[in-house]
């Protein structure tokens, strides 16, 4: 069978390797480093053994300006794209574009690729408190870009709340403007419940990310069901073929992660990612400007 590339959780590819990413389509290989115990394996990168790329990314800018997906596709590639777009704050995520960019290219990958190859991510949902002790989050722009991703033909949402990794605590530690808190079980349910309604309104459906418990809090009634972030059963309805279907034992399958199995070929350490942003996991880089 075929397998499914993941580019990449690990990094943003579309924002900051795609000329890497395009060398190794052109060699028919990727060599990937496991994060873990650093053995090393080729992955095939041919069309003949790749069914789907899988796109994460928070800024598809230069993809689209320089026609990469168009240049996959030609070549024999099936594409996905999993799309965050959380807010227009620049204090938690200082280093994208402005949100009404972000938006275009959500619509323009909608339009050249089809959206029901998009996972719209709202992700994560962040609590913190400020300097003068006031609660914040970012959810003050849901509202418009779920219209946004309504009005391009987008119906899936994924999201999750914040987990305060080591590496978030010491990177804000003497950030006298973020401190991260976690809604209470029964504020996080709620916090569900409305953007799920919300959702719903617009034709649209929420799904979560790894939120096992959340979800088994959640009333009988609701539609919010827990996702698969790459979704190898929706890639053979849309393309064909036959996949794995098999869950992803490397993710979080413990915490709800319902990810089918694929290979992720980014690197931690030889693609950091420089978005900045103060909730992500991996080590903070020195980021350029926009």
Known sequence: MK???????R?????????????????????????YNRTVRQVPAGP????????????FGSFLDMGYGETLVRRGYHLFFNFTVNSKDRLLEPNLPPLDVRLSQLAEIARRFGPERIHW??????????ANGDLANNLKDFSAIADAAAEAGIRRCITSFMDNY???????AHMPDVTFVSPDPEKQVH???????????????????????????????SSVT???????????????????????????????????VSIDIGSYDKHP???NCLFCYANPQTPPSY
């Not at 003949?48 to 800024?59: A, L």
């Open 191 to 221: 916090i569900i419940n409305r953007m799920a309604s919300q959702l719903e309104n617009r034709g649209m459906a929420l799904h979560t990310c790894c939120e096992k418990a959340l979800t088994e809090a959640l009333p009988a009634t």
């Open 273 to 275: 990612c420089f978005h």
């Open 11 to 35: 990094t943003d590819i579309p924002a900051f390797y795609m000329d890497w990413f395009m060398a190794g389509i052109k060699e028919g290989t990727f060599e990937v480093v496991n994060p």
């Open 48 to 59: 003949d053994e790749v069914h789907t790329i899988v796109f994460w990314s928070k800024n």
């Open 226 to 260: 827990p996702s698969a972030c790459i979704p190898n059963t929706l890639f053979m309805e849309l393309d064909g073929g036959e996949i794995s279907t098999r869950k992803d034992t490397g993710q979080r399958v413990a915490q709800g992660c319902g990810c089918k």
């Open 121 to 130: 991510r709202f992700d994560p949902i962040c609590f913190y408190t400020t």
């Open 166 to 172: 080591a590496k978030t605590k010491n990177r804000t």
């Open 3 to 9: 397998t499914v590339i993941s580019a990449s959780r």
